[in-house]
């Protein structure tokens, strides 16, 4: 089953400006995390929230999870062009699942 | 701040030939992944280990492929004989007791 189904698959916003991606997954999940890949380069986490919690600050990233309609949101406030990159949700599940299962990503471009 | 190194950056390879991707993850995580990525798709997970052995993998990794921590630092991933469908960027990954993984930069697979 797909994992961690992000959308908009791209988003082009101007600098200053927020940027709210969004997330989808099929399945029960332990906790739900938000990375961050610039072109050509590995991945970087950004936040990891927990199926307890409902948001979850971290400078300029918001993330919210809304376990009854298995979806969660990353909203970065005063976007910079250094934000450019591709952002990926991946989920947890319970039990001794070890891996992490990623979705498509969602493309943001911050335009000067 | 300590980081997954991943050699090579690249590796071109006839089909039918075995390459051996090599990681060196963070010297204190207990955990340790491969993904991979092929062009503008989805971050997908090819296997996890722990404790010296694996300990789940995806439907990708059959027994073409094979994973080995030879000593206290590396972490191979050897593809027996490769298939023009294994070109991708294969990223390793490692992560301690915390649930966050950090990636290395990965190493672009061509099979030609």
């Known amino acids: 089953s797909q994992q961690g189904e992000e959308d908009p698959q791209a988003l082009s916003i101007q600098e200053g400006e927020n940027a709210t991606m969004n997330c989808s997954y099929k399945?029960?999940?332990?906790?739900l995390q938000w990375y961050r890949q610039n072109s050509g380069r590995g991945l970087v986490h950004l936040i990891l929230?927990?199926?307890?919690?409902r948001e979850k600050h971290s400078g300029r990233l918001r993330v919210t999870l809304d376990t009854s309609k298995k979806s969660s949101s990353l909203l970065i406030t005063a976007s910079r062009a250094a934000d450019t990159a591709s952002y990926f949700c991946a989920t947890k599940g319970g039990g001794s699942n070890y891996k992490l299962t990623f979705g498509k990503g969602t493309l943001l471009t911050v335009n000067p | 701040e300590p980081e997954v190194t991943q050699t090579p950056s690249h590796q071109v390879t006839q089909m039918g030939q075995e390459v051996i991707l090599r990681c060196v993850p963070i010297s204190n995580h207990l955990y340790f992944y491969w993904y991979r990525q092929i062009l503008g798709q989805k971050v997908e997970f090819l296997v996890s280990?722990?404790?010296?052995?694996?300990?789940?993998k995806s439907e990708i990794f059959d027994d073409q492929f094979s994973v080995e921590r030879p000593d206290g630092s590396n972490f191979t991933l050897k593809i027996r004989s490769t298939k023009l469908e294994d070109s991708a960027m294969y990223f390793c990954a490692s992560a301690g007791q915390g649930e966050k993984l950090f990636f290395g930069s990965g190493t672009q697979l061509s099979v030609l």
């Open positions: 399945t029960s999940i332990n906790n």
């Open positions: 280990f722990y404790n010296n052995e694996i300990s789940e």
């Open positions: 929230i927990r199926s307890n919690e």
